[in-house]
């Protein structure tokens, strides 16, 4: 959407561009959404406005919030929705692919040490884990009601959105059926640019985005375990194993 001229907001915007206060801000509306103990009074216009209202085109963040986000921009003239359907068990198998391989981290070495000496690495493995509750219902992958309760949230989801959004407001598009600039610039009302439309976002470029926005939140956490005089061969030596001798090098320098 950016090469359309917008200014838009994804998962990456959240965790990379604003980091910490825009992870808490997502995970408590997450919380509030889903969690109906959690004392978390739900989000409403006002609130999201706050929170997103630099940007003007939201991708991923809807449907990780849940409907609520979307009826609250539903009376707004100004705004359109595109909706993408997939294959409900491919949709599955993305996500524990993607966001599915990051819920363990924190009870791993060596994160489940190092994400208590950095609030930035505690709180992206936490929110990343309480998206997957929020879409597996608790479950994690491999668990016996894992996949369902995953496509069933996505179904559910789906059918939602469909029923909210009065027709004239909404672009809808099977995956299935091809994704491209002819689909969405007609109904945007803007003209169909020369370049090519962006490829989706495989298992492995998300992976090679988590590391590289792990990698200095571990190295600064390694650092203050080292300077509160907390043992740190062995994670110090996880680290020149993983990353080489050159992590020590940029140890040194932080």
């Not at 390694?222 to 993983?242: N, T």
Request: hydrophobic residues 40%.
């Amino acid at each position: 959407m950016r090469i359309l001229g917008y200014k838009t907001y994804h998962f990456y915007e959240c965790i990379t561009v604003h980091g910490l206060p825009h992870m808490e801000v997502c995970s408590e509306a997450i919380t509030a959404q889903y969690n109906r103990l959690s004392g978390v009074k739900k989000y409403n216009r006002a609130d999201y406005d706050k929170w997103l209202g630099e940007y003007d085109c939201l991708v991923e963040i809807p449907s990780m919030i849940g409907p609520d986000l979307i009826e609250a921009y539903i009376d707004d003239p100004d705004v359109k929705f595109i909706l993408t359907e997939r294959n409900p068990d491919k949709w599955v198998t993305s996500v524990n692919n993607t966001v599915g391989l990051v819920i363990d981290m924190p009870y791993q070495f060596p994160f489940s040490i190092l994400k208590y000496f950095d609030a930035t690495l505690y709180r992206f493995l936490a929110m990343n884990e309480l998206v997957y509750q929020a879409m597996s219902g608790c479950t994690r992958p491999g668990d016996a009601e894992n996949a369902q309760n995953l496509r069933q949230h996505y179904t559910d989801y789906i059918k939602k959105v469909k029923e909210i959004i009065p027709a004239d407001k909404l672009c809808y598009i099977r995956l299935e059926d091809g994704l491209d600039w002819e689909n969405i610039c007609p109904f945007l009302g803007v003209p169909i640019p020369e370049e090519a439309y962006p490829g989706r976002n495989e298992p492995e470029k998300f992976q090679k985005l988590v590391q590289e926005f792990l990698r200095p939140k571990m190295m600064a956490a390694v650092m203050r375990i080292s300077a509160v005089a907390v043992p740190a061969i062995g994670i110090l030596g996880w680290a020149a194993v993983e990353y080489g001798p050159s992590a020590l090098a940029e140890l040194k320098r932080l």
